[in-house]
């Protein structure tokens, strides 16, 4: 088992920066990549960015490219996600996911959320 636990979630003001961490904890040699998503009230939960352990490969979802860094820590462990230009429809509860390589299942285990919230 993996556990993830996020923080950095809060209120900021459109235009504003927050910087959400992901430690996990357990298993985590049998993680390759991680990622982001988040759910706004009401909707789906969605892609938000992904990271290898590596660092080499990321993607993001097109309404936050160029605005959000995704970035990792193998010493400590921690998946980063460096939100800039903050816009109302950003505020969600965001989620971090990650992959279990050894049984091959993309998104295993997940946080329990932190919630940002963008104020207008």
């Known amino acids: 088992q993996v556990q993830l636990v996020e923080s950095g979630g809060g209120l900021v003001q459109a235009g504003g920066s927050l910087r959400l961490s992901c430690a996990a904890s357990g298993r985590t040699f049998s993680v390759d990549a991680m990622g982001w998503f988040r759910q706004a009230p009401g909707k789906e939960r969605m892609f938000v960015a992904r990271i290898t352990r590596s660092g080499g490969n990321t993607a993001y979802a097109s309404s936050v490219k160029g605005r959000f860094t995704i970035s990792t820590d193998n010493a400590k462990n921690t998946v980063y996600l460096q939100m800039n230009s903050l816009k109302p429809e950003d505020t969600a509860v965001y989620y971090c996911?990650?992959?279990?390589?050894?049984?091959?299942?993309?998104?295993?285990?997940w946080g329990q959320g932190t919630q940002v919230t963008v104020s207008s």
């Open positions: 996911a990650a992959d279990d390589t050894k049984l091959g299942a993309t998104y295993r285990y």
